[in-house]
């Protein structure tokens, strides 16, 4: 009798317990997604200022523009990178309804593909040049 409602009140603490976890484990992972895919972004920017084109795949941009390529999202899924004159589109699919609206402003996009999210973020390199300055090191004594 005893050990039965000592483990109703264990059972107990696991139902609050678990879903909680679960619920920060999936907004940790979608946190570090959309951390990739601006590093992704960024380091397809600065392949395309520095070689001229864009990369083919996101395996060119390791080890000079990251220091590993990240191909897998959190969720299993593969990140796709998309190059057109000066815009460069990173996307990834991820379970629905774990996406917020737009924590990066507008360069986040979140369209429903039923079971799965697809999210992207877009950058222009006009945009990513006009932020930058970079400055020449000349006769300093």
């Keep these: 009798m005893e050990i039965t409602v ?32 601006t590093a992704l972004s960024q380091a397809s920017i600065d392949y395309f200022i520095l070689k001229g084109s864009w ?16 191909i897998t999202s ?12 000066n815009l460069v589109t990173v996307s990834v699919l991820i379970p629905a309804g774990i996406a917020k609206k737009n924590p990066q402003g507008q360069l986040l996009v979140i369209n429903n593909q039923g079971a799965k999210d697809q999210i992207e973020i877009s950058k222009t390199v006009q945009n990513d ?7 020449d090191l000349k006769n300093v004594y």
């Excluded at 603490?13 to 619920?23: D, E, G, Q, T, Y």
């Design 74 to 85: 959190p969720f299993g899924t593969n990140y796709q990178i998309i190059c057109f004159d």
């Design 129 to 135: 040049i006009s932020s930058r300055l970079t400055y």
């Design 6 to 37: 000592v483990l109703f009140i264990i059972a107990g603490m696991f139902s609050i317990i678990l879903p909680n976890n679960v619920a920060r484990l999936k907004n940790a992972n979608y946190e570090k997604t959309i951390s990739e895919l």
């Design 55 to 70: 990369p083919s795949s996101i395996a060119q941009l390791s080890p000079q523009f990251m220091p590993y390529a990240l």
